[in-house]
């Protein structure tokens, strides 16, 4: 099956914490079934205000098409004006208006960019990532007579669904939804897309709500603390207590949630470490925020690391952390339980099924700093318990699926669109 992805998200992550590995793991995903799978991606990130051309290089068994979108630059440097004006929050009406207008010039842009390529390349399916591509993918499908699918990665919807005309003040994010699909696949990330979808009247035979797959290392891992310590250094010490987290430094992530519970494990002589695996623009205020705090000695800045040695990291470390404001129930968290870590978190209705406080973690309120803090000194200064939550979690990672496995259900599911008389 010939398959063109078009996606408003970047290929960032090809090994590190830097973007979206859900992203990556699904176009490798059929390019491995035996697809030929051809992409369109921005040359920029459409969401940030850098403009600093993204890295799609080195993605085997993929080519990559890349759409200029020229008309990006001024609409970046208006965001950039209301950001200053304004600070981080940009108003209502104006973030409306920079979201629509991103959303049609992108449609644009990728239908242009899709009749170029169709002299060479003539796909049976379109396969739309995010809703700012949901329309182009509709109509190069109409265009050209073929199915198409779009691939949501989560939701802000699901708590404003009870206030009036949300498709209206949302247009942007509820277009994945309305978007006509063949089939609409949405991340049982915790941001309980399901709930959009039965809101909006999605037809459940067209719906598919699952969870990511866990990407297993391409390797056996087989390192020891001695071993990275000598690869990364960085003041890295064996002997501490390594309190890991691996996530991207966005404000949501909320990374001075840990600082400040490391910061009363520090304050009871703990001897730990909090081992921070990702780069991002939080990361110069996180740094300020750990020296004015007094644990800057206790932090130790991995950067961006390639998903094995994250592999590596897991299963030498002691303890993960993850502490997200808008949900917990990710990537990460799945491999933590693969690698039997306990985990310290924040009280998330997302991960209900998969933290049980005092079992396998220990959650605490999402601003209490000090019951954060206690919980961690308490998992840090006693072996047997991390050993205890650790067995635990190797349950729960049985229930999960790999990539391979889950990428298989999609693929089935694909080519029963694209030839449904096969199935």
Known sequence: MKILHISALPLWSMDGRGGMPSLLETVRGHAKAGHEIEMILPEYDLFSNELEPIDSTNNPGIKIHIVKCPWLYPIKSFRKKIIKKHG???????????????????????????????????????YSHNQYSSMAGFLLAKFWKIPN???LYGTFLADLMKKPFVSLRYPTAAAGYFVPSNLLICANDGTRGDEVAGKFK?????FRFWQNGI???????????????????????KDSIWIVSCSRLSSWKRIDRMLYA?????????????????????KKYLEKLAKEIGVSDYVVWLGSVAHDEIWSLMNIADIFMITNDVTNRCNPL????????????????????????????FVSKKDNHEEMGKKLLKLCSDKDLRSKFGREQKKLSS?????????????????????PGKN
Request: charged fraction near 30%; hydrophobic fraction near 35%; proline fraction near 5%.
């Open 202 to 206: 999605i037809n459940p035979k067209k």
């Open 88 to 126: 981080n929050e940009i108003p209502y009406i104006l973030r409306w208006i920079i979201n629509l207008s991103i959303f049609k010039l992108f449609t644009i842009s990728l239908v242009l960019k899709g009749f170029k390529i169709k002299k060479n390349f003539s796909p049976e399916l379109i």
């Open 262 to 282: 490391l910061k009363y494990c520090v304050q009871k002589n703990t001897d730990c470490q909090l081992v921070i695996a990702g780069e991002g623009p939080e």
């Open 399 to 419: 229930q999960f699926k790999t990539w391979e496995e889950r990428m298989k259900d999609e693929c089935r599911e694909l080519e029963k669109i694209v030839s």
């Open 334 to 361: 799945y491999e933590a339980a693969w690698a039997g870590l306990p985990v310290v978190s924040v009280k998330d209705p997302s991960t209900k099924d998969l933290l049980t406080d005092g079992k396998n973690a």
């Open 215 to 237: 990407k297993l290392p391409e390797k056996s891992v087989n390192i020891d603390k001695e071993v990275f310590i000598e690869k990364y250094g960085k003041n890295l010490k």
């Open 149 to 151: 699918v779009t691939r």
